[in-house]
């Protein structure tokens, strides 16, 4: 018998993002539902590279997610002598698979919070930083180098948008939650916990309270209950899919008396 066997987890990623959570979750016998409440689209900016100007000027590159990788690693042009800082082990990994290895990674909880501590961000006084990031995300990075003494530059480089929804898949969903059909849901950041939420109904609303709901960070749980959200929140070691599934096993653990 697998871990999660008669387990069903709601996933709610972005659905290039999701596929890897979802299969990592079905090896362990999990019935997955496939939500993406976000999709993920460029900025398509063709004034970018110029208002970036020259990489090489900068002392520092920072990429804060896979996306930022996929959508903006354009910029770096054919540099390889570059000294590049990734959020987490994801986005590390993007750079590596497209050949620019990280010099900088955050070696506790894998955000902003803990990038800052690495020694490459600490000393901002006559640095020049590029951040490649997505629209509307936390501005705490550019915010704390500049303070730090650094001129920052930052390369909003994808969007994400509310993914349209179906009326006869909302509905399913509705009606799975209505029939305690859904264990989990898996919120794998703010924006995303707001796109759920947005599509719910009030009926749907109180039907989410009585699920668990697996989320990356405290920072993430706070923002859920300030958003009124009354449901067990269960915090993994980080947003990566391989800590996501541990916690729902923990929580298959915990209920089932194991």
Not at 16 to 45: F, S
Not at 103 to 113: I, Y
Not at 152 to 158: D, P, R, T
């Amino acid at each position: 018998m697998s871990a999660l066997d008669g387990v069903a987890v709601l996933v709610t990623r972005p659905q290039r993002q999701a596929a890897p959570l979802c299969r990592l979750l079905e090896a362990q016998g999990a019935t997955v539902i496939r939500v993406p409440v976000l999709q993920i689209e460029p900025t398509d900016d063709p004034q970018l590279s110029a208002r970036v100007g020259p990489v090489e000027a900068f002392d520092l590159v920072v990429f804060t997610s896979a996306n930022a990788v996929r959508f903006g690693v354009r910029l770096l042009g054919e540099q390889r002598e570059l000294n590049l800082a990734a959020i987490g082990p994801a986005t590390a990994a993007a750079l590596r698979e497209a050949g620019f290895p990280a010099t900088a990674l955050p070696t506790l909880g894998f955000d902003s919070d803990n990038l800052l501590l690495h020694p490459a961000l600490r000393q901002g006084a006559g640095r020049r930083v590029l951040i490649v990031k997505g629209t509307l995300g936390r501005d705490l990075l550019r915010e704390r180098l500049v303070e730090r003494g650094a001129e920052v530059v930052v390369a909003e480089v994808y969007a994400r948008a509310r993914a349209p929804r179906p009326p006869a898949e909302v509905a399913a969903l509705a009606a799975s939650l209505a029939a305690g059909a859904i264990d989990v849901i898996t919120v794998t950041s703010v924006d995303i916990a707001d796109g759920l939420l947005q599509l719910a109904t009030p009926a749907m609303r109180r039907d989410l309270d009585r699920v668990a709901w697996v989320v990356p960070s405290a920072r993430v749980a706070a923002a859920l209950r300030e958003r009124g959200v009354t449901a067990p929140l269960l915090t993994a070691d980080s947003a990566q899919d391989q800590d996501l599934v541990a916690a729902v096993v923990r929580w298959r653990s915990s209920v089932s008396g194991a």
